[in-house]
T-cell receptor, first 115, second 115 residues
Framework: DAGVIQSPRHEVTEMGQEVTLRCKPI?????LFWYRQTMMRGLELLIY????????DSGMPEDRFSAKMPNASFSTLKIQPSEPRDSAVYFC?????????????FGPGTRLTVT | GDSVTQMEGPVTLSEEAFLTINCTYT??????LFWYVQYPGEGLQLLLK?????DKGSNKGFEATYRKETTSFHLEKGSVQVSDSAVYFC??????????????FGAGTRLAVHP
């Protein structure tokens, strides 16, 4: 399997622009997670989906952030408008099953820089 | 709420030295415990896990034992290599209503191994 695929790997944009990050989970996985990693705040869970349905979006920082999962093989995280403080590495992860023992598989991340 | 505390880094060692990275947790119920590793420029990947008390997870020479009495899951390796240089994250799974779970991560500990 190719693993979790994220695109783009790097994104540089200007403040106020819309940014869309993309994720393809591992085939057959029914959970999908979006994380943000910064030096100051570490790894933060933003939102996660089960069978394409958002389950917990309490980590989404504000209304400028939105996430969708239109089908089992694709998800997007959108920031509109972007701000410099959104600069971070954004990870997508997927897993299969529910319960306490299932590991999450992470993508390589998208490094976002907002100038 | 559930939480993970791990020792601050960076940890700097010479090749072939013994490694310990401390991790303690607070959780209700009986979480599973994980160590993830993040190599430079990559996403996180599972290193090892333990799903119940006294379980020992092991992989690539790394070991950690689930100690319920001390609420700890310390990572150890007998002889580190330069290639082990990375950031190590301790994590637990926390159960939510409906049987959904999510990972709670520690802040990460950076390990630098010198020849």
């Amino acid at each position: 399997d190719a693993g979790v695929i994220q695109s783009p790997r790097h994104e540089v944009t200007e403040m106020g622009q819309e940014v869309t990050l993309r994720c393809k989970p591992i085939s057959g996985h029914d959970y999908l997670f979006w994380y943000r990693q910064t030096m100051m705040r570490g790894l933060e869970l933003l939102i996660y989906f089960n069978n394409n349905v958002p389950i917990d979006d309490s980590g989404m920082p504000e209304d400028r952030f939105s996430a969708k999962m239109p089908n089992a093989s694709f998800s997007t995280l959108k920031i509109q408008p972007s701000e410099p403080r959104d600069s971070a590495v954004y990870f997508c992860a997927s897993s299969v099953g529910r319960g306490l023992t299932y590991e999450q598989y992470f993508g390589p991340g998208t490094r976002l820089t907002v100038t | 709420g559930d939480s993970v505390t791990q020792m601050e880094g960076p940890v700097t060692l010479s090749e072939e030295a013994f490694l310990t990275i401390n991790c303690t947790y607070t959780a209700t119920g009986y979480p599973s415990l994980f160590w993830y590793v993040q190599y430079p420029g990559e996403g996180l990947q599972l290193l090892l896990k333990a799903t119940k008390a006294d379980d020992k997870g092991s992989n690539k020479g790394f070991e950690a034992t689930y100690r319920k009495e001390t609420t700890s899951f310390h990572l150890e390796k007998g002889s580190v290599q330069v290639s082990d240089s990375a950031v190590y994250f301790c994590a637990l799974t926390s159960m939510f209503s409906g049987g959904y779970n999510k990972l709670i991560f520690g802040a990460g500990t950076r390990l630098a191994v010198h020849p």
